[in-house]
């Protein structure tokens, strides 16, 4: 299984394209979105290329490959407008080639704790993945009782430096850096 995993694009269409070709080159089996997507949130700034509209096109345009959980910023207009379930608070994937369960939320409602997500951490089994986004801040480390934390970082408005994107492939997490800051 691969996925391809993202965060906070925040209606940032210009790093929004540059997922899409992403998604291109990379052929995941599915793209797993972890929330806060069309909206810039009023914590951050607006991006300089901040068109929801264009954001709602482009994923839309994959909405089949498309596994996507709410963050703190989506609201029920979001769903109104994409082709994809957006508004789980969490989802499970689980790999049978790794016999892996793998965890997914914003990390507003379940964190690890971690660059200011909330300290809730689902009860995992020793081995399973925590994925999460919110932070904007890229985490693959492994965390308590042996379950590994992976935050990809954001697409739109990184706080660590670089618009990043994440690969889940042979039960390993990666993060890719997308094009120029």
Known sequence: MKLLIASDIHGAARWCDLLMEAVRAEKPDRVVLLGDLL??????????????????????AIAPQ?????????????QMVLDFACMATSNTLYDPDANKTIFLSHGHVYGPGLHGSVD????????????????????NQEG??????????????????????????????????????
């Open 66 to 78: 498309v596994i996507a959980v709410r963050g703190n910023c989506e609201a029920e207009v979001d």
């Open 144 to 181: 308590p009782d042996g379950i590994w934390l992976f935050n990809p970082g954001s697409v739109g408005i990184p706080k660590d430096g670089t618009h990043s994107y994440g690969i889940y492939e042979n039960g390993r997490f990666e993060h890719r850096v997308l094009g120029d800051a």
């Open 39 to 60: 909206y810039h949130g009023p914590r951050n700034d607006l991006p300089a290329d901040y068109a929801p509209k264009r954001v709602i096109e482009l994923l839309n």
């Open 120 to 139: 809730n951490l689902p009860k995992l089994a020793a081995g399973s993945a925590f994925v999460y986004g919110h932070t904007h801040v890229k985490v």
